[in-house]
């Protein structure tokens, strides 16, 4: 069974540009989460989608954004970017059945904003 | 300006030896918490998890203790491999969040041969 799958998983941006993060999660898995990690800040929560509909937030810009197609498949989209952006961004799926809640990770996308 | 890395708790522990990885997390009203570990270019990967109304459970060759009191959790391994050094996490789903989980700022475990 595939695990969750993100691209790419490196990339190196400048300071203004956009940039968009693409996460597959496990098939039948409904629920995408997307985490930032920093060694300043550690993992923190960015948002997360079930069916579609952004479910909960966590304390970022609007800069920060998401969305979820029909397939479960999700994107992250950062625009303006910032040197503080640099990090790994990563994705998590969950089948969120009856409060279940664990979250299986993919390997991360790794930011650089130069 | 630069920013400060996070301090990350290190463990060094021999191999073969148990290990005792500890987490103090900050919502009282938490009902579920998860260990991950995290090894150098990967996610962090499921290990246990517990639910409030438990104060033990066991897995393979780990065990996760919880004591809702002092709020605190810890992670147990049992005969610790050079495949177990890695950056270990917990975290805590506070109710009403989902899965939203706030992670602790992990503990690097270092196996020595």
């Known amino acids: 069974k595939a695990g969750v799958t993100q691209t790419p998983r490196y990339l190196i941006k400048t300071r203004g540009q956009q940039v968009t993060l693409s996460c597959s999660p496990i098939?039948?898995?409904?629920?995408v989460s997307w985490y930032q990690q920093t060694p300043g800040q550690g993992l923190q929560f960015l948002f997360e989608?079930?069916?579609?509909?952004?479910?909960n937030k966590g304390n970022f810009p609007g800069r920060f954004s998401g969305r979820q197609f029909s397939n479960s498949r999700s994107e992250m989209n950062v625009s303006t970017l910032e040197l503080g952006d640099s990090a790994l961004y990563l994705c998590?799926?969950?089948?969120?059945?009856?409060?279940?809640?664990?979250?299986?990770f993919g390997a991360g996308s790794r930011l650089t904003v130069l | 300006g630069e920013s400060v890395g996070l301090h990350l708790p290190t463990l060094s522990v021999q191999e073969g030896d148990n290990s005792i990885i500890n987490c103090a997390y900050s919502?009282?009203?938490?009902?579920?918490f998860i260990w991950y570990k995290q090894e150098s270019g990967k996610g962090p990967q499921f290990i246990i998890d517990?639910?409030?109304?438990?104060d033990k459970r066991q897995g393979q060759r780990v065990t996760v203790l919880l004591n809702k009191t002092v709020k605190h959790l810890s992670l147990q391994i049992a005969a610790t491999q050079p495949g177990d050094s890695a950056v270990y996490f917990c975290?805590?789903?506070?109710?009403?969040?989902?899965?939203?989980?706030?992670f602790g700022s992990g503990t690097q475990l270092t196996v020595l041969p």
């Open positions: 998590a799926s969950s089948l969120a059945v009856n409060g279940a809640n664990v979250l299986t």
């Open positions: 098939s039948g898995h409904r629920s």
């Open positions: 989608y079930f069916s579609e509909t952004q479910r």
């Open positions: 919502n009282s009203a938490s009902d579920y």
């Open positions: 517990i639910r409030s109304n438990m």
């Open positions: 975290a805590e789903n506070p109710p009403g969040s989902a899965r939203q989980l706030t």
